[in-house]
């Protein structure tokens, strides 16, 4: 992984917890602070990366990163040109639902209904490109 930084987020070895809130929680940069990590890792509980609690692998994390930058770059990209959702779910012969469900990084949304919602808001080829070479977070696949 090169120029990512480790986010800490706590989750309990029982817990059930849902992947997307725990990506949307990492890609927002929460950090815990030591003294409340090290209270909790005292009483049991377990403290790691989001990464490492889902056991994703270099390219599983990139796909999962890449639909999170593609996700919030649509509800800004909207915003900005000011587009509803359901002026975009026109364009694209889709519903105002799933735009919502789309800006929101739900796991049902494919990359393809991403990328043409923001095609219709104006994003272009080299746009897209360029959003997806700088993104920040960016985590290098494995080499094969």
Excluded: C
């Amino acid at each position: 992984m090169t120029g990512r930084r480790r986010e800490d987020t706590l989750v309990s070895s029982k817990a059930r917890i849902d992947a997307g809130f725990l990506l949307r929680e990492l890609q927002i940069g929460k950090t815990m602070k030591s003294e409340i990590r090290n209270k909790l890792k005292k009483t049991g509980w377990k403290v790691g990366t989001v990464t490492e609690f889902l056991g994703l692998t270099p390219d599983e994390a990139a796909y999962i990163e890449l639909k999170l930058n593609l996700s919030h770059h649509l509800k800004e990209q909207r915003r900005a040109r000011g587009l509803t959702q359901a002026m975009i779910a026109t364009m694209i012969g889709s519903s105002q639902s799933r735009i919502a469900k789309a800006e929101t990084n739900d796991p049902t949304v494919s990359i393809d209904l991403l990328v043409r919602a923001l095609f219709a808001s104006g994003l272009t080829q080299a746009g897209l490109a360029d959003l997806i070479a700088s993104h920040p977070n960016s985590i290098e696949p494995a080499s094969v």
